[in-house]
């Protein structure tokens, strides 16, 4: 088990919708990156923060947003909820921004209807 | 463009058996090379990574990979299969844009039977 949290585990919205979903990095981990899993497929990066800034983004549309915090933990929004939006939502932490191992959460199944 | 290419969606093994998972990797530079386990309802867990130096990596629960240039491979081997390595297995390159971000395949399921 690692000790990244996400919560909440499971997430039903309608279409429209705004969700805020949680993250609470492993201890000593600065760095936490956000990743999404639609059924059947790998995980795809959304965005990257350390220390409270973001410093990468993937290829998902503005409504797509995040904050990290001082204690490193860290939020992802969705605005405008799409059907497509419906997967694994997967928070990993590391150590740095360089070439560390991940460390992923169990992540948040959202399903929008 | 960076990418992984994962060509089985599923490899069957019987326990006992030496198993291999393929991986084959695109990249301009150097690549970074990762093997991420997911079992059911769980994140990704780390196995091992390919930075530079010796071709085979040893990571963890027995696996290992091999780090093959020429062919742009990385496949993922274990001696014997266990029953509890079944799970779906992801090969992942490092993003060359200078930040940790992971490119994944599309994943591979293994079976191993009893």
């Known amino acids: 088990e690692t000790g990244v949290t996400q919560s909440p585990t499971h997430l039903i919205k309608t279409r429209g919708q705004q969700v805020t979903l949680r993250c609470s990095s492993q201890s000593g981990h600065n760095t936490v990156s956000w990743y999404q899993q639609a059924l059947g497929q790998g995980p795809q990066f959304i965005f990257q923060y350390y220390r409270e800034e973001e410093n990468g983004r993937g290829n998902f549309p503005p409504r797509f947003s995040g904050l990290q915090f001082p204690n490193y933990s860290s939020e992802l929004n969705v605005n405008a909820l799409e059907l497509d939006d419906s997967a694994l939502y997967l928070c990993a932490s590391s150590s740095g921004a360089g070439v560390e191992k991940l460390f992923f959460g169990s992540g948040t199944q959202l399903s929008v209807l | 463009a960076q990418s992984v290419a994962q060509p089985e969606d599923q490899v069957n093994v019987a326990e006992g058996n030496p198993l291999t998972v393929k991986c084959t990797y695109s990249v301009s530079g150097n690549p970074y090379l990762f093997w991420y386990v997911q079992y059911p309802n769980r994140g990704l867990q780390f196995l091992l990574k390919y930075i530079t130096g010796d071709n085979l990596v040893k990571g963890s629960y027995g696996f290992e990979a091999e780090f093959n240039k020429s062919q742009t491979s990385f496949h993922l081997k274990k001696p014997s299969a266990l029953v509890s390595d079944s799970a779906l297995y992801f090969c992942?390159?490092?993003?060359?844009?200078?930040?940790?971000?992971?490119?994944f395949g599309a994943g591979t399921r293994l079976a191993v039977h009893p």
């Open positions: 992942a390159v490092r993003d060359e844009g200078g930040y940790n971000k992971l490119i």
